[in-house]
């Protein structure tokens, strides 16, 4: 029964994570705000939502303009790299929770709050890192200087269905359900012991999917780069949050709960942007490239990380100029690396990778990930790799050599042909120091996995591609035997593109 309702979770989310294939986060966040917007006026044409279509969608259009506008303004003129999404992000985002524009002076204040929220992205900032949901400051400033209070109109019945669909892909997509869980929890358990809800089950009903609290948690508590990517860190600050958000003793609005937030994660695991320069470009299979940059003074990650890499371009596509890549160099070597496929009909993110030159300029950001070894060295480990899911092992395997860790480690690499095997000279490195390293051009099934690896059931499994792939061998190892407990999965949305 318990390994039936594990192999349904685990569909579920496969199914998510198809969803969420080829699209980046931000534009994920972007495509799910404006289907909320969409949904709110045609609410509105039927008298569900407090406003009128016209009045929704010409202040929307208003605001969102203003933070493009803003946010290109002061993106060229700091010479600072800007997100193509974010500003159409943060416009959507004020569009459903300030009250809509309907004269002159509205205009004016909406504009003006518009405005302090791109700006903060800019101003408030340390080591090139901006402090505040940008969104919770606008909301801040039109209320606390222009005493025009958000009225949260987002929270209501008719939203609610789309706020709950469209938030399980983001929480997928972010990593954040633990994150939305303990703030929930935090808001309910505040709910039924502290205004005596729980015994009305409809007043407690009515006041989840009536309150601006679900599109507070899914969409501003678990923005990115204003929330921490550490689980301990994550679990504190939604507490802080949640205890602030509800507590009426605290007499917080929604936006200062999420900027005491925001501040706490700055003191506790501040999110730094750096700024890195690019070394060279290295072929290390058939359309598999490897980009090296230089390591920023004092930068220090465990291999498996991952960082958030964005380019400046103009031109962008539907995948914007942010992707979030795993670091393929080992904490042991001088400089940052990633590597990616690169198609014949590549993104624009990945045109302009192609055509970086000796000393351009990235930013990197955002380092976090949990896909790491275990700190037990006597923990037998095995990696599955899919194609270009071979890159956080290429990190743990070079640090292992140069540490000269007798960890009992495999690696079973899988491709479609000899061709794309990336990393070859290392791994026979790898060979000659003790680690056994199994290239496979067939399917990983699992007769084929009980082969290369007799002791799986006492083995750690790492398991990192396409997330067909790691979906495939989650299923081949569940029906083998292996407990969940022992699958740690890393996959890669939209990789090839």
Request: charged share 15%; aromatic share 12%; glycine share 8%.
């Amino acid at each position: 029964m318990l390994k039936q309702l594990d192999l349904t979770v685990r569909k579920f989310i496969r199914l998510l994570d198809h969803i969420n294939d080829h699209v980046t986060s931000y534009r994920l966040v972007l495509y799910f705000l404006l289907t909320i917007l969409g949904w709110a006026i045609i609410g509105s044409l039927f008298q569900q939502v407090p406003y009128t279509a016209g009045e929704i969608v010409i202040s929307a259009a208003w605001v969102i303009a203003v933070c493009w506008l803003a946010n290109l303004g002061l993106s060229r003129f700091l010479d600072i790299p800007a997100n193509r999404e974010s500003d159409l992000i943060t416009g959507l985002i004020l569009s459903l929770i300030l009250t809509p524009a309907a004269h002159g002076g509205s205009y004016t204040v909406v504009a003006l709050a518009a405005i302090a929220a791109m700006a903060s992205k800019y101003v408030i900032t340390l080591q090139k890192s901006h402090i505040f949901n940008p969104a919770a400051v606008g909301a801040f400033i039109a209320g606390e200087v222009f005493h025009k209070y958000p009225a949260w109109w987002v929270g209501t019945k008719f939203i609610t269905p789309v706020l709950v669909i469209g938030g399980l892909l983001v929480l997928r997509k972010m990593n954040r359900f633990i994150m939305f869980g303990v703030f929930g929890a935090t808001f309910l358990l505040y709910l039924i012991y502290g205004t005596n809800s729980g015994s009305n089950h409809h007043l407690l009903w009515s006041e989840i999917i009536s309150t601006q609290v679900l599109f507070f948690g899914l969409i501003m508590l678990t923005e990115p780069v204003t929330s921490p990517a550490r689980f301990n860190i994550g679990v504190l600050y939604a507490l802080v949050v949640g205890i602030l958000y509800t507590d009426s003793r605290f007499q917080f609005t929604p936006e200062e709960a999420l900027l005491a937030g925001n501040l706490l994660t700055f003191l506790l695991a501040r999110n730094r942007r750096y700024q890195v320069k690019f070394i060279k470009r290295i072929e290390e299979a058939e359309n598999i490239y490897s980009y090296l940059f230089t390591k920023p003074p004092g930068f220090k990650f465990r291999a498996g990380q991952y960082l958030e890499w964005t380019v400046a371009h103009s031109k962008s596509d539907r995948r914007g100029n942010r992707r979030y890549l795993t670091i393929a160099s080992s904490p042991s070597e001088p400089g940052l690396m990633f590597t990616i496929k690169q198609p014949p009909r590549a993104s624009a993110f990945k045109q302009m990778l192609s055509q970086l030159k000796p000393g351009d300029k990235l930013l990197a950001s955002r380092l976090a990930g949990s896909f790491v070894l275990p700190n037990n060295p006597a923990q037998k480990v095995a990696m599955l790799a899919g194609g270009v899911g071979i890159t956080p092992f290429r990190s743990m395997i070079k640090l292992a050599i140069d540490n000269k860790d007798k960890r009992d480690m495999i690696l079973v690499y899988t491709a479609s042909n000899q061709d794309e095997f990336a990393y070859r000279d290392l791994f026979e490195k790898a060979r000659a120091a003790g680690i056994a390293v199994h290239l496979v051009e067939e399917r990983l099934d699992a007769k084929l996995i009980t082969k290369l690896l007799p002791d799986f059931k006492d083995r750690r499994f790492y398991i990192s591609g396409p997330y067909q792939f790691v979906g495939a061998m989650q299923n081949e190892l569940i029906n083998l035997g292996a407990a969940s407990t022992q699958l740690v999965t890393d996959f890669f949305p939209g990789y090839g593109s």
